[in-house]
């Protein structure tokens, strides 16, 4: 009986200890098996009050392992003890797996949305593309008239330079014919002036 008392008071005091030592409560995961049972005290010779399901988020009362066990709060808010070879710090698969498949649900949703707009943007570039090709015949068209338009150009300006000439040479060639006749018809009277 005493010894009972003694064990009684052990872990009582135990307890006490544990809660005075009560750290700010942490994240941790029920490892991947299938499930644990959770204790009301620290060992398996304290009644189950519950089971927790495998990759269960949990949240550490205490910091503080004692016996083999943590205190510990389920997802359903209740309070006990959980071995701690059952308990990670990181996610357990489940959760891993939760998480990846809202991640690909997510993404799957991006894929449609990115295909439901496809053929709308396949229906914009083809526009794109009609009005670029209508742009560069319309560009095509206008160096065809600046071409031909430089080409008159200068067919006018070299029209206009044999005209000069032409006219230069003609003038030239009246002058050339005039000052024979003059000198011919001056040279005449002047022989004739004096024999007269």
């Known amino acids: 009986m005493l010894k009972h008392l003694c064990v009684a008071l052990v872990l009582i005091s135990s307890a006490l200890i544990t809660k005075m030592a009560i750290a700010a409560p942490s994240t941790a995961y029920i490892?991947?098996?299938?499930?644990?049972?959770?204790?009301?005290?620290?060992?398996?010779?304290?009644?189950?009050?519950?089971?927790?399901?495998?990759?269960?988020?949990?949240?550490?009362?205490?910091?503080?392992?004692?016996?083999?066990?943590?205190?510990?709060?389920?997802?359903?808010?209740?309070?006990?003890?959980?071995e701690s070879k059952y308990i990670n710090q990181e996610q357990s698969l489940k959760v891993?797996?939760?998480?990846?498949?809202e991640e690909l649900a997510s993404t799957q949703q991006k894929?449609?949305?990115v295909q439901a707009q496809v053929p709308q943007?396949?229906?914009?570039?083809?526009?794109?593309?009609?009005?670029?090709?209508?742009?560069?015949a319309q560009?095509?068209?206008?160096?065809?008239?600046?071409?031909a338009v430089q080409t008159k150009q200068q067919n006018l300006r070299a029209k206009?330079?044999?005209?000069?000439?032409?006219?230069?040479?003609?003038?030239?060639?009246?002058?050339l014919f005039l000052g024979i006749i003059l000198t011919i018809f001056l040279s005449?009277?002047?022989r004739y002036d004096g024999w007269a």
Do not use: P
């Not at 891993?96 to 498949?101: D, P, Q, R, S, V």
């Not at 560009?139 to 071409?147: G, S, Y």
């Not at 206009?160 to 003609?170: I, V």
């Open 139 to 147: 560009l095509d068209q206008a160096i065809a008239e600046r071409d």
């Open 31 to 82: 490892s991947d098996d299938l499930y644990i049972f959770m204790h009301s005290g620290a060992g398996k010779n304290y009644r189950i009050i519950g089971s927790v399901n495998a990759g269960t988020q949990i949240k550490l009362v205490t910091g503080t392992e004692n016996n083999g066990f943590f205190e510990v709060v389920d997802d359903k808010e209740r309070q006990g003890w959980v």
């Open 96 to 101: 891993k797996h939760e998480n990846l498949a």
């Open 121 to 136: 943007l396949q229906s914009m570039n083809s526009d794109l593309s009609t009005q670029t090709e209508q742009l560069q």
């Open 188 to 190: 005449r009277r002047k």
């Open 160 to 175: 206009e330079k044999r005209q000069l000439l032409t006219y230069g040479g003609a003038i030239a060639f009246i002058g």
């Open 111 to 113: 894929l449609r949305d």
